[in-house]
């Protein structure tokens, strides 16, 4: 049976629900990424759907979610915990409609911090891409996020751009020597927390765009061999 190019669904989560839309990949399907929103954005906020057509286009199928407490049309995230729980059963439920193909799980900012926790604590995947990691809240370096990233055995690949205010450099830099060597991180050179780059690099946003798709489906390419 032909597999649909698109699909709804609602989404049982811990006695909640939460709305999910599937989107096939505009070419040869090599995987299935479940994409998490940042804290202040949505399933259907520019920025993701931005980032779901870049990998659609890339080989990828995308599955753009409601955390819970966007779908209530609260401004204010849920715990850390009940992020990971709605992750989880978007992930499985995309098992479930989609399965026979690399699951990928991972996201925009909070969003993909949520889904490296749970991959840290063994949630079946096959890979986590992170877009924009959070490695501290702005203006406060000393406040690491990454005590729980060392934990991860699945293949990463982590996009940040060199001016995000939520990541500096040399800090990532040091946390990349205590991961393992199933971590692929790429620099976007002057783009900021958004993916967005000055006129004055000489850049533009379509070009960083364009090298998140090339880098995920390089990536996504090896995990399939």
């Known amino acids: 049976m032909r597999q649909a190019t698109r699909a709804e669904w609602r989404v049982d989560v811990g006695g909640d629900r939460t709305s999910a839309v599937y989107e096939a990949s505009d070419k040869r399907q090599a995987a299935v990424f479940v994409c998490a929103h940042g804290a202040g954005g ?7 759907l931005r980032v779901a057509e870049t990998m659609r286009s890339a ?3 995308v599955v753009r979610f409601n955390f819970l407490y966007r779908e209530k049309k609260s401004g204010r995230p849920d715990p850390m915990s009940r992020l990971e729980e709605c992750v989880a ?8 409609e989609v399965g026979g193909q690399l699951l990928i799980i991972g996201g925009r900012s909070m969003g993909g911090r949520a ?18 990691y959070p490695l501290h809240p702005a203006g406060k370096p000393e406040q690491l996020r990454d005590a729980h990233l060392p934990a991860i055995t699945v293949p990463v690949l982590c996009l940040n751009g060199t ?10 830099d040091a946390v990349l020597k205590r991961v393992g060597a199933n971590w692929t991180m790429r620099w976007l ?19 960083v765009f364009d090298e998140i798709g090339a880098a995920s489906s390089s990536w996504v390419g090896g995990l399939a061999r």
């Open 42 to 48: 949505n399933m259907s906020d520019r920025g993701l």
């Open 115 to 132: 889904a490296s926790m749970l991959a840290a604590d063994g949630f079946a995947c096959d890979g986590l891409l992170l877009l924009a």
């Open 89 to 96: 059963a978007v992930g499985e439920r995309t098992r479930a």
């Open 189 to 207: 050179e002057g783009a900021d927390h958004s993916f967005h780059v000055l006129k004055s690099s000489g850049r533009t946003d379509t070009d």
């Open 59 to 61: 080989g990828l199928g």
């Open 163 to 172: 001016r995000d205010p939520l990541c500096r450099r040399d800090l990532m």
